[in-house]
């Protein structure tokens, strides 16, 4: 990847970070990093309060995101992820059943420069540029 859209990808992490953790979520612990994850392979299905099950994300699509245990006791995780128009916070169990949505930011007007960033995470999304890791089928928990 260019350095431009290498140093963009620095500044959208930094400034979702600080987004997130600003949120407080109990339970929640400070989160420190982003990973470039495939939409299938985090997008997992919410039962709505009038059972109707959905799904929010693009299958085809990389996001940011990150896995973190509870701080609460239990077999619970959180699984948080964003791109420059949202941020979900959810929680599941350990084999990433039973998810339930926590929080759903949908924000379209971010100071996220936009210059270089025409397809940003159509780039991410590009096999080549992907770790070696999310080439292949693996599970959100790593």
């Given at each position: ?24 979520v ?69 084999d ?21 960033l ?22 959100f928990?790593?």
């Amino acid at each position: 990847m260019n350095s431009v859209i290498m140093e963009n990808l620095k500044n959208l992490r930094k400034k979702l970070l600080k987004e997130i953790n600003a949120l407080h979520v109990e339970g929640l612990p400070e989160i420190t990093r982003l990973n470039a994850l495939v939409g299938k392979y985090v997008n997992l299905e919410y039962t709505l309060p009038n059972g109707r099950n959905v799904k929010f994300l693009d299958d085809q699509t990389t996001y940011l995101g990150t896995q973190s245990e509870s701080e609460f006791e239990g077999d619970r995780y959180f699984g948080v992820l964003a791109d420059m128009d949202f941020i979900l916070i959810c929680t599941y169990e350990a084999d990433r059943t039973s998810p339930e949505l926590v929080l759903y930011k949908n924000d379209k007007i971010r100071s996220f420069p936009t210059e270089n960033l025409p397809d940003f995470f159509q780039v991410l999304s590009e096999k080549r540029f992907l770790p070696a890791v999310l080439q292949k089928t693996v599970p959100f928990r790593s």
